[in-house]
């Protein structure tokens, strides 16, 4: 529907509010995940001796072999974790969630991705939503990661993964598109829970980031421009005009899905903008100051539709509020539900 006129657009139709209603799979993962987390560095670290002690000129074949096999029970006992500690239920949560992420990851990438653009380079730009400000964390955050290996500081806490730096870039492209009047009320609740539902175990604040800079001297001013150093290099940028302290960025409109089309005639991709640096600046600026880090939840006090609010972190740890998620994740999807049939009307 949003992108009826994009070739191939009909043959992408995937529906993401399978994920939604997959929340509680997810959970499951997450807790398997920090359950299991010792065994897991323990494989990682007999991964790391095997390979050094097999490359060595000089290895000792008993050793090696002692090592594969210590290995094999390590990655065994993980296994066993899943099919025996963890209920059935549990399994069948997180099977479940995996099964939608990736069915309706490949539904809606298929067509671009095998067929008319597989390097991303016209049509699959469409892909990079919020890639812009992410790649530009992502890649500040990395060298961060550099200097507090050289001074020995533990940043284990702060290391964020690619989707989990696009996902605050998310939350930043909601900001941006409510302070320029593109999102409003409840297309903007819609747009951001769809990354605060997932957050209620901190993967998308900004907090433990926050730390690792404090604790290298990295100032709020630091920050930003070492993100925007790398937005000025993005992919995107020539295919629409773009002004001095300005780049290429995607936005939203209305409700999720639904992108701000550039009032350039000549853009090759009219869902990439022209947007202010000052605009970018401001949001890592907020970010930074730990802004951005909230919790979805649903109840009688909630502020916006279907009675879901963004709790603060601070608030939520402090009220000790449920950590059950279907709630909200039930109020979520019946949101975006009323405003894809609003829009269709």
């Known amino acids: 529907e949003d992108f009826h006129n994009i070739l191939g657009a009909s043959e992408f139709a995937s529906d993401f509010t399978r994920i939604i209603r997959n929340t509680a799979g997810f959970e499951q993962l997450i807790l398997f995940l920090q359950r299991t987390a010792d065994l897991k560095k323990e494989a990682v670290a007999l991964g790391s001796e095997l390979h050094r002690a097999s490359s060595s000129q000089t290895a000792d074949i008993e050793a090696v072999r002692a090592l594969e096999r210590r290995r094999t029970e390590v990655l065994e006992g993980l296994r066993s974790a899943f099919r025996h500690d963890l209920p059935e239920s549990g399994q069948t949560e997180i099977m479940a969630f995996l099964t939608a992420i990736n069915e309706e990851v490949i539904k809606a990438k298929a067509m671009f991705l095998a067929y008319s653009d597989p390097f991303e380079k ?38 964020r993964l690619h989707g989990q730096c696009v996902g605050m870039a998310v939350l930043w492209a909601g900001e941006m598109s409510l302070d320029m009047g593109h999102l409003a009320k409840d297309g903007y609740m819609a747009h951001q829970s769809l990354v605060y539902l997932f957050n209620r175990f901190g993967g998308f604040d900004f907090r433990p980031l926050r730390r690792l800079c404090d604790d290298l001297d990295v100032s709020c001013e630091e920050f930003c421009e070492g993100v925007l150093q790398v937005v000025r290099r993005d992919n995107k940028r020539g295919y629409c005009k773009c002004a001095p302290g300005s780049s290429v960025d995607q936005l939203v409109r209305d409700r999720p899905g639904c992108l701000v089309r550039s009032a350039d005639p000549g853009a090759e991709l009219r869902y990439l903008v022209e947007v202010s640096e000052d605009s970018q600046r ?60 609003t829009s269709s009307a």
């Open 122 to 159: 016209y049509r699959a730009l469409l892909f990079e939503y919020a890639h812009t400000l992410g790649h530009g964390v992502e890649a500040f955050m990395n060298g961060l990661y550099r200097r507090a290996e050289a001074l020995d500081i533990d940043y284990s806490d702060a290391f």
């Open 282 to 341: 401001r949001v890592l600026e907020r970010a930074f100051e730990g802004e951005f880090d909230k919790v979805l939840v649903c109840g009688a006090d909630a502020s916006m539709g279907q009675g879901l609010s963004l709790v603060p972190r601070a608030d939520f740890e402090a009220k000790g509020m449920p950590t059950d998620s279907k709630g909200a994740a039930d109020a979520l999807d019946r949101l975006i539900f009323q405003l894809y049939r």
